[in-house]
């Protein structure tokens, strides 16, 4: 698997062990890729046709976990389930799972009975006894449109899908592009999907760990940047080709996942949050009305911070929240660019097509401009 550093792509900041959101300690990942049939086997939503997928990710791996957490929308058209209740209660309570627009419900009701049959809950008391079954939780999906690759009416995202992600999830380096829930996204024109990157702040700065997984589906080819480079209007000979559906070039969304073990509070996530759009507008993204932008951070630190009565927590002065924007930023550009560069072509429905990032050509422009590194 190529990914942007590969190429000679220069990016500020020291990245971790895998260069990955599962830098951050105990976070886990998990996919479940969905490709069936070939493009001519397309005739309309009954067919035996997909290009999408689910992707997981777990907080604190497969344990009970409540975690701080923290969200912000650059643009609203999309879907974040499970949102509400983390805007009031400063929580998320259990993973984070990204697909197809079509299929939220279905991830969202598989990964409540998965939560449920693995006892990945907080339950309710009752004089101070457990009360068996019984407990709240409001599973958080997020999702972006394949609709131009993926048979995405035909709804073939199942249970066991869900459930693939879910209990394959791992802590290590984990696989880019055409995986999981970014199995049929595009990204900037270009065929995009699942990427990742870390970054990890000196001693002084605390020494802390910010990781982020996208799902990028999002951004025109005309304003795609990479370290200044005009790439897209650079790039010859490799065009997108869609005989079907009016869908503009931009529209379609990013979900961003951070996760960081710096001690946290939701208000300062979410204020975290919002320093992801400079990593997606150095690229050339975030204009398009039709494209939803939703972002969601979380800390693992403060182990013990939900209680029913009370607890202690730590919090870092906001004083000291800046070297945190900047590997936000840095990591959401990163992973962008590292699920262009893993992503390979693919054509789908009515035998729409997606091309690759052609490395080639990559190298060559940014060598012409003085970019790359050797």
């Known amino acids: 698997m190529k990914r942007a550093r590969d190429l000679g792509i220069p990016f500020e900041g020291k990245c971790g062990k895998y260069n990955a959101i599962t830098d951050v300690k105990g976070v886990e990942v998990g996919y479940s890729t969905i490709i069936q049939g070939k493009p001519e086997d397309y005739v309309n939503s009954f067919s035996d046709f997909a290009r999408t997928g689910v992707t997981a990710i777990l907080p604190r791996g ?43 419900g279905i991830v969202r009701d598989a990964t409540l009975k998965w939560m449920l049959e693995n006892k990945y809950y907080y339950p309710v ?6 009360v068996e079954e019984t407990a709240f939780f ?69 020494g802390y760990t910010v990781g982020v997984l ?27 080709i869609i005989n079907t559906l009016g869908i503009k070039p931009g529209d379609g969304s990013i979900i961003v996942v951070v996760a960081t073990d710096a001690p946290l509070s939701p208000i300062q996530l979410s204020k975290l949050c919002k320093r992801v759009p400079i990593g997606i507008g150095r690229l050339g993204g975030g204009y398009e009305n039709g494209s939803g ?8 630190a ?15 002065s906001d004083v000291r929240m800046d070297p945190l ?6 990591a959401v550009e990163e992973s962008i660019v590292n699920a262009m560069v893993a992503a390979k072509s693919m054509m789908g429905r009515d035998k729409n097509y997606l091309p690759a990032l052609p ?16």
């Open 125 to 130: 008391y009752h004089n101070d006894q457990e």
């Open 293 to 300: 932008d939703i972002f969601i951070a979380f800390s693992v």
């Open 302 to 316: 403060n182990e013990n911070a939900f209680s029913y009565t009370s607890s202690m927590v730590e919090m870092l």
């Open 359 to 374: 490395h080639d050509q990559v190298i060559a422009i940014m060598t012409k401009y003085g970019k790359l590194i050797k």
């Open 214 to 240: 996208v799902q990028a589906n999002h951004g025109t080819r005309e304003k795609l940047e990479i370290a200044g480079v005009p790439l897209g209007k650079e790039i010859n000979n490799c065009d997108q």
């Open 62 to 104: 497969k344990r009970r976990s409540m975690v701080f957490a923290g969200r912000h929308d650059l643009n609203g058209n999309g879907e974040l389930t499970g949102s509400h209740w983390i805007d009031d209660s400063g929580f998320l309570h259990g993973p984070v799972l990204i697909t197809n627009t079509n299929s939220v």
């Open 138 to 206: 409001y599973p958080v999906v997020g999702e972006t449109y394949d609709g131009l690759i993926n048979n995405i009416n035909g709804f073939k995202v199942k249970e066991n899908h869900v459930y693939e992600a879910l209990n394959n999830a791992k802590t290590e380096l984990i696989q880019e592009g055409n995986v999981g829930g970014g199995t049929g996204m595009r990204c900037h024109c270009f065929k995009g999907g699942t990427g990742t990157s870390s970054r990890v702040l000196t001693e002084e700065e605390g």
């Open 325 to 330: 924007y900047k590997a936000t930023a840095e």
